[in-house]
């Protein structure tokens, strides 16, 4: 069984999505003749934490500390060095200044992030290890894409070493990139370093197809599309007796879709059995101006805020749900962005209610498994009739998913996928 090297900022005890591509990934890679040796932080600074997640057993760890600006900021502002650190960084509007100031100090002081410092030591660390135990290959997985950097530097110092470099989000089209107020001096860097890296590895991973489209405009390395999967979790729950649409996950700033908001709005008000059947879900982290905008919709009496669950109680809460609420933020730039829940959502076999960008990716995949339907921020009459339908067939008992063809996306096939780029 050949060793292979996975570097990696999020693992266990870390909560939310970053953390379990990776850990499945490494649960099913000896089954392929693999090895994985996950090298994590030992003193990580994690936005949220989730106790239900387990590694298996098989997979190997080693990790050495790392210094974490995030925990001095928390020092001088605990509520938004969190949030700055998690992406759910607040409208400029409402940023104080002690927020704005750690957006400057973040965007133009730590390049490509605030892990940057783990950098250096790491390649020191990890070279000697690599010869040691004879590792040919390596992985490196962000945001935070300094990570990358770990990879680069163990490249140049062993060119014949495979690197993998894989990218879960986009670098220098990330949706929060533009909010860190970075100088034209930090905006040049960050694309050289980006180049630097999408030129040095031997494979590129995206996990979407335009992600895909966007490097290949910027690089000749090989890319790889490996979306994210669902796992073999299995949780028993009872669809909610209310006609409950749910959404998991984070809510940013932008990712407010005010249309959604006045269609449920308007159904209240028209149509006093939906008023008294309707309930709307918001499990996660939920931007203040989010939540405003849903309760200036008219909509306050009927969201429930539900807050972070663990992973096991978030899937719960998805099979529970009569209808899953899948959103984007309404850019070009977020097309190429296939959330992690998604694919949970497929595996819950709910109806999937997405709305996005244009030309998202999202919308093949909901079509090709038949599992919902996906809208434009333009398309209100058409969202209005599709839950309208959908909720006629919840009073008859025959709201479903027919889902199919998902088996391409559960943790073991997409594995074998990945496997297979390793020499």
């Not at 030992?42 to 590694?55: F, G, H, T």
């Amino acid at each position: 069984m050949k060793n292979v090297l996975i570097i990696t900022y999020y693992w266990p005890p870390a909560g939310g999505p970053g953390v379990q591509r990776w850990l499945q990934f490494s649960k099913y890679m000896p089954e392929f003749g693999f090895q994985p040796i996950v090298y994590r932080p030992k003193n990580p600074s994690y936005p949220i934490k989730d106790a239900s997640l387990e590694v298996d057993q098989k997979v190997k760890e080693i990790e050495k500390s790392i210094f974490e600006p995030y925990a001095f900021a928390e020092l001088l502002s605990k509520s938004d060095s969190k949030t700055i650190s998690s992406g759910l960084i607040k409208s400029r509007k409402r940023q104080s200044w002690k927020e704005r100031l750690m957006l400057y100090i973040r965007g133009n002081f730590f390049i490509p992030d605030a892990r940057v410092f783990w950098v250096k030591p790491s390649v020191t660390y990890l070279k000697d290890y690599i010869l040691k135990h004879e590792i040919e290959t390596i992985i490196t997985t962000g945001p935070p894409h300094s990570l990358h950097l770990i990879g680069l530097g163990l490249k140049k110092d062993n060119p014949q070493l495979q690197w993998i470099a894989d990218f879960r989000d986009p670098w220098t089209t990330i949706g929060y990139h533009s909010e860190l107020k970075l100088t034209k001096t930090s905006k040049l860097k960050h694309l050289a370093l980006e180049k630097e890296v999408l030129d040095s590895a031997d494979q590129l991973i995206t996990t979407s197809f335009k992600t895909k489209e966007e490097f290949q405009q910027k690089t000749k390395t090989p890319i790889e599309v490996i979306t994210n999967g669902f796992g073999e979790l299995s949780v028993d729950a009872e669809l909610s007796e209310n006609f409950t649409i749910s959404h998991i996950g984070s809510l940013l700033n932008d990712r407010n879709p005010k249309i959604l908001w006045e269609v449920l709005a308007e159904l209240i008000e028209e149509n006093l059995v939906f008023k008294d059947f309707f309930e709307l879900k918001l499990i996660g982290k939920i931007s203040e101006s989010v939540l405003e905008s849903a309760h200036e919709a008219g909509l306050k009496n009927f969201v429930s805020v539900i807050g972070y669950l663990d992973h096991k109680d978030a899937v719960e809460s998805q099979r529970s749900s009569q209808m899953l609420l899948l959103i984007e933020i309404d850019k070009p730039e977020t097309q190429g962005i296939i959330p992690g829940k998604l694919f949970e959502y497929l595996a819950s076999k709910r109806p999937i209610l997405a709305i996005g960008p244009k030309n998202w990716d999202v919308a093949n995949i909901i079509s090709d498994t038949n599992s919902g339907e996906c809208f434009t921020y333009n398309e209100k009459t058409r969202l209005k009739s599709y839950i309208e339908k959908s909720f006629n067939a919840f009073l008859n008992g025959k709201l479903k998913a027919n889902t199919k063809n998902i088996e391409q996306y559960s943790r073991k096939n997409l594995t074998q996928q990945l496997t297979q780029l390793i020499k």
